[in-house]
């Protein structure tokens, strides 16, 4: 018989198996301190021991405690808290094997910088009659189309805000962005790319600002994708028909001494400004010829159903604009 006074010394299962993990991971703590990439390797390999460790604990009480007055006790606090380690562990476990861990932490440790895209300057080859441009993409924000003189040749240059975990880290990343060119037959197709984008967390690069300059002597087609976002042209030269698809508005420069037509379409009278002379000529239908068919830019609003004609100068090459937004022409 156990004598009075004396209270029965309970053993909380448990108890040791929290203590214990417990300083486990207040070393890792300070382990990633000095070695952070270390950590989540030593937690991946070693969280299975706050298992072992609950079980030898559970297993030495039931041996040690053989009393007729049973000294044994779950400690339920320490059990969940246990629990809540061993649900940490995995979690982290899935996310340094998805690799969302190094994503996170580039993203935490990367910072914005303002880099230069690759400068280009092309001759265009012999046998090439019209240029196609391709783009540019959402990422893009003020691009200035130029018409150069007619030396056949092209030249592009821009910067780019890229998020990276350095500076020289961005410069990589915008050498894979700007001007690529591609020849099928006399087309050359002209490709605005954007920087590709860093693998972390929200938006990663755009372009801050480029300017492509084209030859005044060839036909040019340029499509523009980049939703609801605007363009601008100075054109200086002018001696071939260019055509122009924009989904935003687009505001043109014209040098006073050019001599150029002007058909402009969009989706009412008033998006027809600057200081030329417009002339609203028709209102397209759906009876209109099939040679009056107009591409469709893609912007979520009513199609390009005003058409307006302007001369400037002593006319000459076509200039057509297609945008379901203002256009804006200005001669200076």
Same mark, same amino acid.
């Given at each position: 018989?156990?004598?009075? #006074?004396?209270?029965?010394?309970?053993?909380?299962?448990?108890?040791?198996?929290?203590?214990?993990? &417990?300083? *486990?991971?207040?070393?890792?703590?300070?382990?990633?301190?000095?070695?952070?990439?270390? +950590?989540?390797?030593?937690?991946?390999?070693?969280?299975?021991? =706050?298992?072992? *460790?609950?079980?030898?604990?559970?297993?030495?009480? #039931?041996?040690?405690?053989?009393?007729?007055?049973?000294? &044994?006790?779950?400690?339920? *606090?320490? &059990?969940?808290?246990?629990?809540?380690?061993?649900?940490?562990?995995?979690? !982290?476990?899935?996310?340094?094997?998805?690799?969302?861990?190094?994503?996170?932490?580039?993203? *935490?440790?990367?910072?914005?910088?303002?880099?230069?895209?690759?400068?280009?300057?092309?001759?265009?080859?012999?046998? +090439?009659?019209?240029?196609? =441009?391709?783009?540019?993409?959402?990422?893009?924000?003020?691009?200035?189309?130029?018409?150069?003189?007619?030396?056949?040749?092209?030249?592009?240059?821009?910067?780019?805000?890229?998020?990276?975990?350095?500076?020289?880290?961005?410069?990589?990343?915008?050498?894979?962005?700007?001007?690529?060119?591609?020849?099928?037959?006399?087309?050359?197709?002209?490709?605005?790319?954007?920087?590709?984008?860093?693998? #972390?967390?929200?938006?990663?690069?755009?372009?801050?600002?480029?300017?492509?300059?084209?030859?005044?002597?060839?036909?040019?087609? +340029?499509?523009?994708?980049? !939703?609801?976002?605007?363009?601008?042209?100075?054109?200086?030269?002018?001696?071939?028909?260019?055509?122009?698809?924009?989904?935003?508005?687009?505001?043109?420069?014209?040098?006073? #001494?050019?001599?150029?037509?002007?058909?402009?379409? $969009?989706?009412?009278?008033?998006?027809?400004?600057?200081?030329?002379?417009?002339?609203?000529?028709?209102?397209?239908? $759906?009876?209109?010829? $099939?040679?009056?068919?107009?591409?469709? %830019?893609?912007?979520?609003? %009513?199609?390009?159903?005003?058409?307006?004609?302007?001369?400037?100068?002593?006319?000459?090459? &076509?200039?057509?604009?297609?945008?379901?937004?203002? !256009?804006?022409?200005?001669?200076?």
């Amino acid at each position: 018989m156990q004598s009075q #006074g004396k209270s029965i010394r309970q053993w909380r299962v448990g108890s040791f198996s929290t203590a214990l993990a &417990l300083i *486990l991971f207040g070393v890792a703590t300070m382990v990633y301190r000095h070695e952070p990439g270390y +950590v989540p390797q030593l937690i991946n390999n070693w969280w299975p021991v =706050v298992l072992i *460790l609950l079980g030898l604990e559970i297993f030495l009480a #039931g041996y040690f405690c053989r009393d007729d007055v049973p000294r &044994l006790k779950y400690d339920f *606090l320490a &059990l969940i808290l246990v629990l809540v380690i061993v649900i940490i562990s995995l979690v !982290i476990y899935v996310f340094n094997s998805s690799g969302l861990a190094a994503r996170l932490t580039q993203a *935490l440790g990367a910072a914005s910088y303002t880099v230069d895209l690759p400068e280009k300057r092309l001759a265009v080859a012999e046998g +090439v009659k019209k240029i196609a =441009v391709q783009g540019p993409g959402r990422e893009w924000h003020n691009l200035q189309l130029r018409s150069g003189s007619s030396d056949d040749q092209i030249v592009f240059f821009g910067q780019a805000m890229v998020t990276a975990t350095s500076e020289a880290e961005a410069r990589e990343m915008a050498r894979n962005a700007g001007l690529f060119t591609r020849q099928v037959g006399d087309t050359l197709f002209l490709e605005l790319r954007e920087v590709p984008l860093y693998q #972390g967390f929200g938006p990663s690069a755009r372009i801050s600002g480029s300017t492509l300059i084209l030859p005044a002597g060839l036909a040019v087609e +340029v499509a523009g994708d980049k !939703i609801g976002a605007g363009l601008e042209m100075v054109l200086d030269y002018l001696e071939a028909d260019w055509s122009i698809t924009n989904s935003g508005p687009i505001r043109v420069t014209l040098n006073r #001494g050019i001599n150029v037509q002007i058909e402009a379409y $969009s989706r009412a009278a008033e998006m027809f400004q600057g200081n030329i002379n417009w002339k609203i000529q028709n209102r397209l239908t $759906s009876t209109a010829p $099939s040679d009056q068919k107009l591409p469709v %830019p893609p912007y979520n609003q %009513p199609e390009p159903e005003v058409m307006a004609r302007a001369t400037v100068g002593e006319g000459g090459p &076509l200039l057509k604009l297609f945008s379901r937004d203002a !256009i804006m022409i200005n001669t200076r």
